[in-house]
């Protein structure tokens, strides 16, 4: 057979090159970019690593975003934006169980890179925050009409987020388990949190909870500790600086060498703090506990007791901890693990039917309604306030 001719080659040449290039890759981009950005979090994350993951050139990835921000920007509102699709495709007036559903599924989908949405969206600039807040308040207003509908109760929403919180759980941690396993416990537990009853802990159940105290800062270290973690809780560590660290406690940047080699051992420090003082609190919490049922109640209301206490220590140890380097972060990770063990021990004993993978999403369902339920309160922390989370993280585990 005769070669084709130059010009047929040529003319052939551009549906190769197009065969190459999918028709979606500004979408991978995204996909891509939100799995590095909830990994690494916004500052560490870089626009080479998404585009190795992608499997393109850095120089590429700039002709479909113009810099970072940008591709964060659009990152953040994926989400969101898939959620209030699903649920315009749910008719008015849906069980609420079909709207959740919708939340789930989609939700699921995203698992890899929704943790954008819960602790990087504070990067976003006012403009982007506030319209990012306007989308999801969308969404939950029309959950919360289902809610009302099926358990009308004047309760401001907070079963409504409560309830996003324990599907939205699924982006903050990786736990391996079937979709369709994963699906039914999101939303059987996010069901409960819908359900659940009036504000207060369920009968017989309220806890005492002892929580150790923060230490009083008595050294100059730990004076730029406690002085750091407000910093880091309102601005985001990547944006305070040292000199602000400084200023606060009165010293020049250059001293606070003295006392920490550098800003991250300063953070890793806030982080060791923060799960100290979670251990301690469920190591007295679980002294007296005399059955399963009881010790899960009592983890609930010592973990609720805690985000509400220490609350800018916790979001710093939450929110921080992915941009920590490698070796800081190790002994953090541990604690988490031994964290959630207890939890997943006592669950699966007040709970039997339970293997060890679907009681971890349960408990991250817990923190979830703990995070999203305690935005909702705005961190009041009052008896009425802790024992109304309690309550919807009992719901959310199903004890």
């Known amino acids: 057979m005769a070669s084709a001719s130059p010009s047929a080659r040529s003319a052939a040449a551009p549906d190769a090159t197009a065969a190459t290039r999918p028709r979606n890759r ?125 358990h009308p109760r004047d309760d401001e929403r907070l079963r409504t987020l409560a309830a996003l919180g324990a ?82 406690v009165g010293l020049t940047p250059s001293a606070l060498y003295r006392h920490y080699p550098g800003k991250t051992d300063i953070l890793a420090a806030a982080c060791l703090q923060a799960a100290a003082l979670l251990a301690q609190g469920v190591e007295r919490s679980l002294r007296e506990v005399t059955g399963p049922h009881d010790a899960v109640v009592a983890l609930a209301a010592t973990y609720v007791a805690y985000s509400f206490e220490y609350t800018e220590l916790n979001s710093v140890a939450e929110a921080e901890l992915a941009g920590l380097p490698t070796g800081h972060r190790r002994p953090l990770v541990l604690a988490q693990r031994e964290h959630i063990a207890v939890w997943e021990q006592q669950l699966r004993l007040a709970r039997p039917e339970l293997d060890p993978r679907q009681a971890r999403v349960l408990v991250h369902a817990g923190f979830g309604v703990v995070v999203e339920a305690g935005r909702r309160l705005r961190w009041l922390d009052t008896p009425g306030h802790r024992e109304s989370v309690t309550a919807l993280v009992v719901s959310a585990l199903g004890v």
């Open 167 to 248: 599907i939205g759980s699924i982006t903050m941690h990786h736990t391996s388990i079937a979709q369709r396993r994963l699906e039914e416990l999101l939303l059987a537990s996010a069901l409960r949190v819908a359900a659940s009853g009036p504000a207060g802990a369920p009968a017989g159940s309220r806890t005492v909870v002892d929580l150790p105290a923060q230490p009083v800062p008595r050294t100059r270290r730990a004076e730029i500790l406690a002085a750091s973690v407000p910093l880091f809780a309102r601005d985001g560590f990547a944006s305070v600086t040292n000199g602000q660290i400084a200023e606060a």
């Open 26 to 150: 500004r979408q991978l981009i995204v996909g891509a970019a939100g799995r590095v950005f909830s990994e690494r979090g916004y500052h560490a994350a870089s626009m080479e690593e998404v585009a190795a993951g992608v499997g393109i050139t850095a120089a590429a990835l700039y002709r479909h975003f113009p810099n970072k921000y940008a591709l964060f920007a659009e990152c953040a509102d994926v989400m969101v934006d898939g959620l209030v699709a699903a649920l315009d495709e749910v008719p008015p007036g849906a069980a609420l169980a079909d709207v959740l559903t919708a939340v789930t599924r989609i939700t699921v989908a995203h698992r890899a890179s929704g943790g954008v949405y819960r602790w990087e969206a504070r990067y976003l600039s006012r403009e982007d925050r506030r319209r990012l807040a306007a989308k999801f308040d969308r969404l939950a207003g029309r959950v919360d009409e289902a809610v009302q509908r099926e």
